[in-house]
């Protein structure tokens, strides 16, 4: 069974920097396009960077020069460090797998079979 596990989510002033962890296990690993995602209170689920199997990266316009992306490949676990938080940036965040492709990553939830739990992260300012 596939599982994905969050970790790292906290509260933060506007600034401040949080590295949250997401570990992989129960499939061939996290060869395949990897992915974070945010969900404001009322707001839709956004796409925030993806990652392929070459370690290539996306960001969403709003994130990009304050978050970085990443992977162990070796441990299975994905990474988000996330820097210069800002107060919109206040979300819950989501792992995301699409074990079906490697590289040219989609930025649609639908296209991303397995979800991690979420963990919250709450930035005052």
């Known amino acids: 069974q596939v599982k994905l596990v969050e970790s790292g989510g906290g509260s933060v002033q506007a600034g401040g920097s949080l590295r949250l962890t997401c570990a992989a296990s129960g499939y061939t690993g996290i060869r395949v396009c990897m992915a974070w995602f945010r969900q404001a209170p009322g707001k839709e689920r956004d796409g925030v960077a993806n990652i392929d199997r070459s370690g290539s990266t996306t960001y969403a316009d709003s994130v990009k020069g304050r978050f970085t992306i990443s992977k162990d490949n070796a441990k299975n676990t994905l990474y988000l460090q996330m820097n210069s938080l800002k107060p919109e940036d206040t979300a819950m965040y989501y792992c995301?797998?699409?074990?079906?492709?490697?590289?040219?990553?989609?930025?649609?939830?639908?296209?991303?079979?397995?979800w991690g739990q979420g963990t919250q992260v709450t930035v005052s300012s």
């Open positions: 995301a797998a699409d074990p079906y492709r490697a590289y040219d990553c989609r930025w649609r939830e639908a296209d991303f079979g397995y």
